[in-house]
T-cell receptor, first 117, second 112 residues
C-alpha cells in the first residue's frame, strides 16, 4: 500500500471561515509534507514534519497552521485566508526513518482543491 | 539555492514515437531524483526514483538516467501512447533539510 489519502477533495471557504485539511498515510513513513500548487506551476514546499516534529517552515503565513497529532496523520488548519490562497494543496510522505535515512521515495496524495471566496 | 529546470516546457508527438524529457539542477548535493506524472487537477504519481549513487532506473517503457556531476537527468519514454499524455515533473531531494524541489514540468501530449 503506497497510498496517501487527503480529505476533503474539494473545499470552498469564505475569508472569515476556519477549516482544516487532513492527510493520512499508513505506510509507517516518518516524514510528512504540505505543498501548495497553483495552476500550471510546480508544487511549492510549505512545511515538513519529521517524527511528528515540525522541521521546516518555508516562511508560510500564520493563517496556515500545520499539526501532526500522530505518525499517520497530518492536518493543515486554515483561518482568514485570502483569495490568492486558492490552490491545490498536496500532502506527501516518505520513509525517512532512522534506519533508512533520508534517501527514500516520496508519495503524494490526490490533493485538496481549495477555493477561497 | 537549488534550481531545477525542465526542457521542453511542452511537447506534442504522434503515438508510437520514442521521446526524451530533460531535467537539470544547479546543486549536486542531492540524495535522489524522482520523476512524477501529474494529470490535470490530480495529485502526483511517482514514476521512478534514482538514488544519487545510481546512473539509471527502468520501469516498463520508462527509463531515467542521472548524471549527478553535471546536474542532469533524462526520462526516456518508449513507444508513446495517448494515455501517456500528462505533465511530467522531476524533483531533487536536497541534502540540506531533505527538501524536494521541483522543476516547472513538461506538458506531454501524445496524439492518436
Amino acid at each position: 500500500d503506497t497510498e496517501v489519502t487527503q480529505t476533503p477533495k474539494h473545499l470552498v471557504m469564505g475569508m472569515t471561515n476556519k477549516k482544516s485539511l487532513k492527510c493520512e498515510q499508513h505506510m509507517g513513513h516518518r516524514a510528512m509534507y504540505w505543498y501548495k500548487q497553483k495552476a500550471k506551476k510546480p508544487p511549492e514546499l510549505m512545511f515538513v514534519y519529521s517524527y511528528e516534529k515540525l522541521s521546516i517552515n518555508e516562511s508560510v503565513p500564520s493563517r496556515f497552521s500545520p499539526e501532526c497529532p500522530n505518525s499517520s496523520l497530518l492536518n493543515l488548519h486554515l483561518h482568514a485566508l485570502q483569495p490568492e490562497d486558492s490552490a491545490l494543496y498536496l500532502c506527501a510522505s516518505s520513509q525517512d526513518s532512522i534506519l533508512t535515512g533520508p534517501n527514500t521515495e516520496a508519495f503524494f496524495g490526490q490533493g485538496t482543491r481549495l477555493t477561497v471566496v | 539555492k537549488q534550481e531545477v529546470t525542465q526542457i521542453p516546457a511542452a511537447l506534442s508527438v504522434p503515438e508510437g514515437e520514442n521521446l526524451v524529457l530533460n531535467c537539470s539542477f544547479t546543486d549536486s548535493a542531492i540524495y535522489n531524483l524522482q520523476w512524477f506524472r501529474q494529470d490535470p487537477g490530480k495529485g502526483l504519481t511517482s514514476l521512478l526514483l534514482i538514488q544519487s549513487s545510481q546512473r539509471e532506473q527502468t520501469s516498463g517503457r520508462l527509463n531515467a538516467s542521472l548524471d549527478k556531476s553535471s546536474g542532469r537527468s533524462t526520462l526516456y519514454i518508449a513507444a508513446s501512447q495517448p494515455g501517456d499524455s500528462a505533465t511530467y515533473l522531476c524533483a531533487v531531494k536536497e541534502t540540506s533539510g531533505s527538501r524536494l524541489t521541483f522543476g516547472e514540468g513538461t506538458q506531454l501530449t501524445v496524439n492518436p
